[in-house]
């Protein structure tokens, strides 16, 4: 067996961080922060990149720790039934949990790392983070361009190399886990659907209904933490 887990905010609330769109979102409750998000809006407004790395040093991903299903997941890629985690995560939890890091494709960038917009420069998050007392706009000590964490931000496109791994992860599985996403959010959304029409069976472990509940093997509703590793003992058992 060939597994692809698709992962979404969803698996990571467990860990102390928050999702963008569900009830208790970041968006749902404060609307306006995502426009720190907007590549167009970081780019041109000075006050938009402060305010974004003001959210960022105090953002709960850097005290977050893998949860129960995050770690559930490990035991698969050690049973060697799985092929590769997709995740629209940022915070590099299924690292931390333990899978290897060529098996894990962070579609959505990461915020361990930050680079120049300029020049590509690059260094780790942390260190640009301690400059913020003195610098609350920081700049690239290189050519004084834009600094920000290699996230994708709204109106950037996805990186290719991602995106074609991804693509080829789904199309050659053959079950695809989908964990705490609401599988509306493109391209990343049209995953599960090139997973289905290569003969892939289905599985969704999320609160909300999503568009492809109809189109699934089986949809789980119990808490992901719960969820997961029952699925997985499953898996194995088989």
Not at 123 to 128: F, G, I, L, P
Not at 141 to 154: H, T
Not at 169 to 196: E, F, H, K, R, W
Not at 222 to 231: G, Q, R, S, T
């Amino acid at each position: 067996m060939n597994v692809t887990v698709l992962t979404g905010a969803g698996i990571s609330t467990g860990s102390g961080i928050p999702d963008f769109r569900g009830p208790q979102g970041v968006w749902t409750r404060r609307p306006e922060q995502a426009r720190l998000l907007e590549i167009d809006a970081y780019r041109a407004d000075a006050a938009v990149r402060e305010a974004g790395w003001r959210e960022w040093a105090g953002h709960p991903a850097w005290r977050a720790e893998p949860t129960a299903a995050h770690r559930a997941l490990v035991s698969l890629e050690e049973a060697g039934v799985l092929g590769t985690v997709l995740t629209q995560n940022f915070e590099g939890l299924h690292q931390a949990a333990g899978h290897s890091p060529d098996k894990v494709v962070e579609l959505h960038g990461t915020l361990r790392t930050t680079s120049c917009m300029g020049c590509g420069w690059q260094r780790e998050t942390a260190a640009v983070l301690e400059r913020l007392a003195t610098e609350p706009d920081p700049r690239c000590p290189e050519c004084g361009g834009i600094l920000k964490p290699d996230i994708v931000y709204f109106g950037e496109l996805l990186h290719a190399d991602a995106l074609s791994r991804s693509t080829e992860a789904a199309s050659q599985c053959d079950l695809m886990i989908a964990i705490g996403t609401s599988l509306t959010v493109y391209p990343v959304a049209n995953l599960p659907m090139l997973a289905l029409e290569a003969g892939a069976d289905l599985v969704v472990v999320n609160a909300q209904p999503t568009p492809y509940d109809r189109l699934a093997t089986e949809v789980l509703r119990e808490p992901i933490d719960e969820a997961v590793p029952a699925l997985v003992g499953e898996l194995l058992a088989t």
